[in-house]
């Protein structure tokens, strides 16, 4: 592990705030020793520049992280990696559960902005954007992840859910599926809309057809995978081989409805879902589904605020990142192309 | 929902801190503005005590929280359950995730001490509690979570995993099992080794024997607990009708193992978990599991570190809460008993 401001404070029976004075040139430190603390940073190949740096300003060494809701399990993997890279860098972080709720939002942002926090990273939906520029205006740094704000000049980092789409598509086709239904959250949602059109891309491009009529809405909760699968499965005419479900909880509701049909999956059945949980390994069969790079996209946000931190006209990157397909249990060839 | 600060100097157009001022007499504020602010607690129905009390000190509304790893759903619901509670009155949460590493352990309250927070809940295994001991000299708040330190004069929030253990114990007893086998943590954790005394009591309680060489210690993980099942049903001799698994996660390894060995759960073997998380709702058979309150106990361990910090001399509590019984579809009747 990287040697940190913590290791050379430890190394040199002093605090934190001592080793920063000695590389800051403040505070009263004797020069020998400074010279001492200078020689374990080196023996430790302690790189300060960003402790240094930020401890030169008036920085409380703090961010807030807003997110829909801790104990969604997406959220909580997201979560843990911003926090185990800001740690490194001796910043800690601040959980706030928004539900997705502009008035939670409203009341955090108050309460983060009264902390003095060096800058937010945003990761829940918010309908009114006005929240978001006002915030801007007032010089808080911001980043954005998982979620897109295309009408702020902001740092974002978020996973291809339009490759995402496709690459469900190519697999379900490259195991012979023709009939194929999606179940979508709220289509107000950005990732959604552009997982569909990725999806319908995929078909597209092999010369696939696909219905309209073949989405089905549903609220971002298992229970309500189950009902939109149900009505899928329980439709007139011919039933679909396979279906892309655009988050993992959904997908678990589909694996639930299959079962309360009587319906095989994968055998009669095959399904997709998106994100790669630790819910997605526990199903029965455990799930086929995009993986998004969940730590990769906690520690990346965390840099580039970090980035922004320490030079503010740094300029601003949208960082999208390329899902992965994990292939488990839930998917199969069609009924009699095995 | 109870008005809170934020409520009052929204409507009164000011800052939190203005509200606080007014409240403490603090501050330039004149004297037909804190008449106004005055008048919009009352209709608000807002009682200032618990904000007002604290505004009065040098206190930085910030709680640490150290768990091992926020990306747990158990932790997680905790960490949601505490982070609502501490919001309504104006706090907020620093989540520090330690993999029950003393290393990581010490480096976050260096942290957090660096920060100033008003108080620390601890819901991770220490392996030295010197660290604790050493903190409390620093006169710094605690407040344990789902962990014991009985050493130490501390707010303490636990289920009875004793009485968990028990009911686990009667309810497979009812079903008519017999042969009972347990998978288990490291007996080093304390839930553990009281889980299992419960349901041994509960067992030894309606003459029920039970052997030592049934329980099989796992690490913390599916994997983990689908290698000691498979262990058990794979001892020759009489196999186990069912295991009684000291969290949920042991249990998933369990229904894996099961499967894999060709078991039907439950028909064939009846398997109990304990904690209740999301992962017992998606799991095939949905999971029978001793449901420890979480929310509650993330809520009550938020009030008793608030309660220290408004009274320093309150009494040291320890607060036990009763767990309960959770019935889905992994248990059954012993086969030819139903």
Do not use: W
């Amino acid at each position: 592990m990287k040697a940190t401001i913590y290791d050379v404070a430890k190394e040199a029976g002093v605090s934190i705030a001592t080793v920063s004075n000695a590389i800051n040139g403040k505070g009263k430190i004797s020069k020998k020793r400074r010279e001492e603390i200078f020689k374990i940073m080196e023996r430790l190949q302690y790189q300060p520049s960003v402790i240094a740096s930020a401890l030169t300003g008036k920085k409380t060494f703090t961010l807030g992280l807003l997110i829909p809701d801790i104990s969604n399990p997406f959220f909580a993997e997201i979560a843990r990696a911003i926090e185990d890279e800001a740690h490194q860098s001796g910043y800690s972080v601040i959980i706030c559960s928004t539900d997705n709720k502009d008035e939670r939002v409203e009341r955090y942002i108050a309460l983060l902005e009264s902390k003095s926090v060096d800058g937010i990273i945003i990761g829940t939906g918010i309908d009114n954007m006005d929240i978001l520029s006002q915030l801007q205006s007032r010089s808080v740094p911001l980043a954005m992840i998982a979620r897109e704000a295309s009408s702020l000049a902001v740092d974002t980092v978020v996973a291809d859910d339009f490759v995402g789409g496709v690459l469900a598509a190519e697999h379900l086709v490259s195991l012979g599926h023709k009939r194929l239904a999606v179940l979508s959250e709220n289509l107000k949602v950005s990732s959604s809309r552009e997982r569909i059109r990725g999806f319908r891309q995929g078909l597209a491009d092999v010369g696939v057809s696909f219905d309209d009529n073949s989405i089905v809405i549903c609220e971002y909760k298992v229970e309500e995978g189950k009902r939109g699968a149900l009505e899928l499965l329980q439709r007139g005419g011919e039933r679909p081989t396979a279906i892309f479900c655009c988050n993992d909880l959904l997908a678990i509701g589909a694996i639930q409805a299959a079962k309360e049909a009587g319906v095989r999956v994968p055998e009669d059945l095959s399904i997709v879902g998106f994100d790669d949980t630790i819910l997605a390994t526990v199903t029965d069969p455990p799930l086929t589904t995009v993986a998004q790079p969940m730590e990769h996209m906690g520690k990346l946000v965390f840099k580039l605020i970090l980035g922004h931190l320490q030079n503010k006209d740094s300029i601003r990157q949208r960082i999208v990142l390329r899902p992965e397909l994990t292939i488990r249990q839930s998917t199969s060839h069609v009924a009699g192309e095995a």
